[in-house]
């Protein structure tokens, strides 16, 4: 499968601040990739370094098949870029702004253009400094999609929205999903695991896994043993069980790398005694918190 | 094309008030600038003639806010604006700005300044290539700087702190030139030089920045700029280029001769003082300027020297006309206080070295004195500023005439003078207009160059002549000759056991106090 989006080894500092390290990334062509990670993970930076709107400091990266930094002016006929921060002309009518835009496009949908209009009820002549901001991002969307753009790159689009909002705007970035590459940011989990096809988790500027959602749901279990007597924990388990923990005669732990089989014979060379094994499918959330307690322990164990 | 013509029109939609308050200034200032020419203002005229400069100020801070404002509408500056991640072509987005510019900047003004000709009695078909000429000179400069300076910022804010810094770094500029030791203003080669930095970092920081956004890259150019000026200024060898632009004199035939007036034993004027430099007054005799040529001093630079010590004042710019009726000239010149000081006591050899420019006159044209506009070939339209006083204010089409010598004689006058008033027979009273360029118009913005000749008596005057001076009135004749600079060169005199104590100017406090010296 082709990459819409491509890094190799990208970086971006800001005198002594890192924020991207390293950045090795793929996108596949027709995925939802979500790239998440805390508040300060160098996502916006990542994504603004894509975009040409911030230039690398090192490594780089391929939209579409172009070099970014060469990406200005026609490239962003197949591009639509909308960021929570971004400062739209807020002296132009809504109707003034998707006009001005339509003349840009040679792909432009007059007919989409009315769709999004209507399907997010944006009121043509208002300003859009005096609109609020969840109606501001639904401008700045229809003004992105109306073009039917081959990638859609979203940084932080759901950031303080009321959830009606969010939803109107997953739903009709959903319904063009499939003619189009998604690229999108994002710190809350929970929003974006309904509907993500790929996902890559970014923490202090370094990319720390990215894969499909569905295979990342498959390998993560949370495991719970119940057993026949107590037991001592003995630090001896495989690297792939993460927060493992023990009350006199249950343990827990979260299973990164599940196989049932595979997982069930290492649970029996650990404990002697298993009376009970349950496998829990986690939550995006549950993943992500394991993955970083689990880092962190490890970075602790190190020290 | 179409990109750019889109852009544009959102341009113009977006900026018709500023637009506006553009047109409404230059229509004002427009509209204004006959009345400041009237030579005998009536109470309206002179609120024009303080208006004038109040409404060129406002045009040019309108001006520098439209500029800014319309580049900065795609900000060039920050990582936010929404353009930069549209298919928006950098070139069609400066050619939109620049066609905005000209079509709301440069034709109005242009229109403006046919209209202003009009008005001052000129024809504008005449003067195409000099408005022209205009318009690029402010393209070169004032719009190109204001468009530099909006295109490294994001807000009129930093566009109004970013001119402040350029006020304080003309005035740093200006403080340099008077500690630099030999004056730049006897050759204009460093200006040429300057003017070129200027624009060429100017016109990279516009492209820089439309094509890459590099502010960094961009705000260090203009500052490398500014200070490349400045290196420009302190290190030009204007000792080397002067003696290359005014050769030593050699030859018999000396088109000036300087000489010591020893005659004079002391000096006769008043200095002042500022506790840092005394001034020293050199009584000079000047001979055998030929008829129908003047000499222009360009500069000059004193060396003294005796057994206390040595003392080059370095070049210094000034001008003076020497004509050939002169005989007498009298130079003064500041000493720092602590060389004077070490100096003063023993006689020292005072050399002068003068930078000179020969002109030469044209065929006279003689001219008679009118009520109201009167027409003055090669000049314009002059009237006088009021019968029987001594000026006559003209107006001149894109710039002042060249080099010009106006000359009136006493005994030609009409006017009514009583007896004791009355100079001496054929008192020559001239003015001399100087202009050294052949540039087709002045610049800035007002197409009329509007100026006074005021004529004097060169030679000294008995009461109450001298209060009153040349007097003018319709009927009477005034002989222009045009000039122009047929040689430049170098003359030098030399002046032994010269007493620096005797010719030092008293200054009034010390003449109050009666100290003695």
């Not at chain 1, 929970?190 to 749901?217: P, Q």
């Not at chain 2, 010590?309 to 003064?332: C, H, K, Q, T, V």
Request: glycine fraction near 6%.
């Amino acid at each position: 499968m082709n990459s819409a989006i491509r890094t190799h080894d990208l970086s971006k500092r800001f005198r002594r601040v890192e924020a991207v390290h390293g950045l090795n990334l793929e996108v596949p062509e027709g995925a939802i990739f979500a790239l998440v990670g805390p508040n300060g993970a160098g996502k916006t930076t990542a994504i603004k370094v894509l975009m040409n709107i911030l230039r690398p400091s090192a490594g780089r990266a391929e939209i579409l098949g172009l070099d970014s930094v060469q990406l200005a002016g026609r490239p962003f006929t197949a591009i639509g870029y909308v960021s929570e921060n971004q400062e739209l002309p807020g002296w132009m009518t809504i109707g003034y702004f998707l006009r001005y835009l339509r003349a840009f496009y040679p792909n432009w949908d007059s007919g989409l253009e009315a769709d999004l209009v209507r399907q997010f009820q944006l009121p043509l002549d208002r300003k859009l400094k005096h609109l609020s901001r969840g109606m501001r991002m639904k401008a700045a969307l229809a003004g992105a999609l109306a073009y039917h753009p081959k990638l859609i790159v979203l940084d932080e689009p759901f950031s303080g929205l009321d959830p009606l909002v969010r939803d109107e705007l997953i739903e009709s970035m959903l319904e063009r999903a499939s003619e189009c590459t998604i690229l999108l940011s994002s710190h809350d989990l929970a929003e974006i695991e309904s509907f993500a096809t790929h996902v890559g988790y970014l923490e202090a500027g370094r990319l720390k896994f990215a894969e499909e959602m569905t295979s990342l749901a498959d390998r993560f279990r949370e495991v719970e043993l119940t057993l026949s007597r107590p037991v001592t924990l003995s630090q001896c388990w495989p690297e792939s069980w993460l927060q493992v923990d023990a009350s006199p005669a249950v343990v827990r732990f979260v299973e990164s790398r599940f196989d049932p089989e595979k997982t069930t014979s290492e649970i029996q060379r650990a404990f002697a005694e298993v009376r009970d094994v349950s496998f829990n499918p986690m939550s995006l959330r549950s993943i992500f918190l394991a993955i970083a307690k689990g880092q962190r322990e490890a970075e602790e164990a190190k020290r | 094309m179409k990109q750019v013509l889109h852009i544009f029109r959102k341009d113009v939609r977006h900026f018709w008030k500023e637009i506006g308050l553009w047109l409404a200034v230059l229509v004002a200032f427009t509209w204004n600038a006959p009345r400041s020419w009237q030579p005998e203002p009536n109470y309206g005229d002179f609120v024009a003639r303080f208006i004038y400069p109040v409404l060129l100020v406002l045009l040019l801070v309108v001006w520098w806010f439209l500029i800014a404002r319309i580049v900065q509408d795609e900000s060039l500056v920050g990582d936010r604006q929404f353009w930069i991640t549209r298919p928006v072509e950098w070139k069609k987005l400066l050619i939109a700005k620049l066609i905005l510019l000209f079509l709301f900047i440069h034709v109005p003004l242009f229109i403006s300044q046919c209209v202003t000709l009009w008005r001052a009695g000129f024809s504008p078909l005449m003067s195409v290539s000099g408005l022209v000429w205009m318009q690029l000179m402010l393209l070169a400069t004032l719009v190109l700087a204001a468009f530099a300076l909006a295109a490294v910022t994001s807000t009129i804010a930093q566009v109004i702190l970013a001119c402040v810094a350029v006020v304080l770094y003309m005035v740093g500029l200006d403080a340099l030139d008077s500690v630099v030791p030999n004056n730049s203003t006897l050759v204009g080669n460093s200006d040429n030089w300057q003017f070129l930095v200027f624009v060429v970092a100017c016109i990279a920081v516009v492209i820089i920045q439309y094509a890459s956004r590099r502010s960094t890259v961009s705000r260090f150019s203009l500052t490398a700029a500014a200070l490349l000026i400045a290196l420009i200024d302190v290190g030009t060898p204007y000792g080397k280029l002067i003696a290359k632009a005014y050769p030593a004199e050699t030859g018999s035939e000396l088109p000036v001769k300087f000489a010591f007036d020893a005659s004079q034993s002391k000096a006769k004027g008043l200095g002042s003082d500022d506790g840092k430099n005394v001034q020293i007054e050199l009584p000079l005799l000047i001979s055998d300027i030929s008829a129908g040529s003047a000499i222009r001093i360009e500069g000059r630079r004193v060396f003294a020297q005796s057994a206390q010590g040595r003392w080059d004042s370095g070049w210094r710019g000034g001008a003076n006309l020497l004509l050939p009726s002169e005989r007498n000239y009298l130079i003064n010149f500041s000493m720092p206080k602590r060389i004077y000081e070490k100096m003063h006591s023993a006689p020292a050899t005072v050399s002068v070295q003068f930078a000179i420019s020969v002109l030469r006159f044209g065929k006279p044209w003689e001219v008679a004195l009118e009520q109201g506009d009167f027409n003055v070939p090669r000049v314009g339209i002059c009237s006088l500023v009021s019968p029987g006083l001594s000026s006559i204010r003209c107006r001149s089409p894109l710039r002042k005439p060249n080099t010009l010598l106006v000359t009136s004689s006493s005994t030609t006058s009409t006017c009514e003078i009583p007896e004791e008033q009355r100079p001496p027979k054929d008192s020559i009273a001239y003015d001399l207009l100087w202009r050294d360029d052949s540039s087709p118009a002045d610049s800035g913005i007002d197409p009329v160059s509007d100026f006074t000749l005021f004529l004097t008596y060169r030679d000294s005057m008995p009461e109450p002549v001298s209060r009153f001076g040349p007097r003018l009135c319709p009927g009477t004749p005034i002989t222009l000759s045009e000039s122009s600079v047929s040689g430049r060169m170098r003359s030098s005199l030399s002046i032994p056991q010269f007493s620096l104590d005797k010719y030092r100017l008293p200054t009034s406090m010390t003449l109050t106090i009666g100290v003695p010296r």
